[in-house]
């Protein structure tokens, strides 16, 4: 379990306007740093399962900072099987309330026509 200062400081982040904070500035500091390695284990375990073919298509929702890391860190690998990115913190939700988020915006972006 995280600290309350650790969840103060990720929490800080993961609220942050994307525009204000970089994957520098988060390099600097120890939780931003933190979860810069976070989203760099999560696209290799990914990266790992896409290339296995477990799965060929990937939706990514994520809080602003984060999905900032993930786009600069995704192989050209992952990025191919990008089918739909959603910047939101949904961080605060309980289990069913994201649950039934995630679902949403998936449904939504299935129902979007596609650029062709």
């Given at each position: 379990?995280?600290?309350?200062?650790?969840s103060h400081h990720l929490r800080?982040?993961?609220?942050?306007?994307?525009?204000?904070?970089?994957?520098?500035?988060?390099?600097?500091?120890?939780?931003?740093?933190?979860?810069?390695?976070?989203?760099?284990?999560?696209?290799?375990?990914?990266?790992?399962?896409?290339?296995?073919?477990?799965?060929?298509?990937?939706?990514?929702?994520a809080a602003p900072p984060m999905?900032?890391?993930?786009?600069?860190?995704?192989?050209?690998?992952?990025?191919?099987?990008?089918?739909?990115?959603?910047s939101v913190n949904l961080t605060?939700?309980?289990?069913?309330?994201?649950?039934?988020?995630?679902?949403?915006?998936?449904?939504?972006?299935?129902?979007?026509?596609?650029?062709?």
């Amino acid at each position: 379990m995280a600290s309350a200062a650790a969840s103060h400081h990720l929490r800080r982040f993961l609220d942050t306007d994307s525009t204000t904070l970089g994957t520098s500035d988060a390099a600097v500091d120890p939780i931003g740093r933190d979860m810069v390695n976070f989203a760099q284990k999560i696209l290799e375990f990914l990266d790992m399962h896409h290339r296995a073919g477990d799965f060929d298509q990937l939706a990514i929702i994520a809080a602003p900072p984060m999905l900032d890391v993930v786009r600069q860190d995704l192989s050209a690998n992952l990025k191919r099987a990008v089918v739909m990115e959603h910047s939101v913190n949904l961080t605060a939700l309980p289990e069913p309330e994201l649950f039934e988020n995630v679902g949403n915006l998936i449904r939504e972006a299935r129902n979007r026509p596609r650029p062709e």
